[in-house]
């Protein structure tokens, strides 16, 4: 098969609404990250997203639809308080998990009565959902544990000559997977961290809770992204606390007959710099550090055997989700379910 990257038009579109319905698989742009598109309501396409990403069977799909869309047609109950953060965050970087009417296939949501919705507000991955005019599933576009994409290139890298089409969208502002967020319940519960924040949620609604996984016990879980080692960049990752910096440069430099680089905000840039380290600058400020992570995460791994990371120094807010997923990055082992 070949794998062509085309620019979003109204004929690339019209192909991509074809690859669609016939059970094809077509890569898309959003604001946070590329997806790995499917018809949300074909058995078999559903499953062929699963196996092209060598995705566990137990980790569920987020189906993405247009700002628009009918969503009494797949969900089965909507609580007045998901209607005040749809009109304040939506279209936008939050996954809504909703009962299900069970019309969408149950590999999506990996046999549960759940379903999680989101309307991403990229300008291109709303073109497309309008062409195609029903709920498309959409993780990640990269191969299962690997760093996500941020770029059609990206894309490529993992999935040349497995699926058809890319539609190239640009570079991803946002970096950072969607929060999810269980509003099956009478209070919101964040499921994964991202950039819209609980403290965000609790101030529209007034109050949000945190789920917190227990890996003693085998439930399943209602989001993506909960469970196992994700977002890893092909090399060796060493994680320091930013309280332990002096220690990662002191590893840094014990480091002997292998490529070694640092990954950390631009506070620390310097410590690195002295020693002679190539170092991926982070940035400053929450908005870039969501921005860069994935895009430098992909980086290491073709300069270096080693990444020596140093966390950042801020851990609320939108740096939550920023470390959620530099923590699963470094992760040594899988986290068994």
């Known amino acids: 098969m070949q794998t062509k990257i085309k620019q979003i038009t109204p004929e690339t579109l019209s192909e991509a609404k074809t690859i669609i319905l016939d059970g094809g698989v077509v890569a898309i742009p959003t604001e946070t990250v590329y997806g790995l598109g499917g018809n949300a309501f074909d058995d078999e396409a559903v499953k062929r997203i699963f196996e092209v990403k060598g995705r566990p069977n137990d980790n569920p799909l987020i189906a ?94 993992d999935f040349n000559g497995k699926i058809p089409l890319i539609l190239d969208g640009g570079e991803c502002v946002g970096g950072i997977e969607s929060t999810v967020c269980d509003v099956t319940g009478e209070i919101p519960v964040v499921l994964r961290p991202g950039l819209i924040t609980r403290e965000m949620i609790a101030a529209i609604v007034g109050d949000c809770k945190e789920y917190i996984p227990d890996f003693t016990k085998k439930e399943k879980v209602k989001s993506p992204g909960v469970l196992y080692k994700h977002y890893s960049p092909r090399c060796q990752t060493k994680l320091f606390d930013c309280k332990d910096v002096e220690r990662a440069v002191q590893t840094a430099k014990a480091q002997n007959g292998v490529r070694v680089a640092a990954l950390c905000e631009t506070f620390f840039v310097s410590k690195f710099e002295k020693i002679g380290l190539p170092c991926l600058n982070l940035g400053e400020t929450e908005t870039e550090m969501a921005g860069n992570l994935y895009r430098l995460l992909r980086e290491a791994e073709k300069i270096c055997d080693i990444l020596i990371v140093v966390e950042p120094r801020k851990k609320d807010g939108v740096m939550e989700g920023v470390l959620n997923r530099l923590r699963k990055a470094c992760a040594s082992v899988d986290i068994e379910h």
Do not use: W
Not at 65 to 70: A, P
Not at 92 to 110: A, D, I, Q
């Open 64 to 157: 993405h639809v247009h700002s628009d869309f009918d969503l009494k047609k797949i969900i089965d109950y909507d609580p007045p308080y998901a209607k005040k953060l749809r009109e304040a965050f939506l279209p936008g970087p939050l996954t809504l998990v909703y009962p299900s009417t069970g019309k969408v296939s149950p590999y999506v949501s990996c046999g549960l009565n759940t379903l999680a919705v989101r309307v991403p507000s990229h300008t291109g991955a709303q073109a497309f959902l309008r062409k195609v005019d029903i709920p498309i599933v959409a993780p990640s576009a990269n191969l299962s544990k690997h760093v996500s994409p941020t770029s059609a290139a990206h894309v490529f890298e």
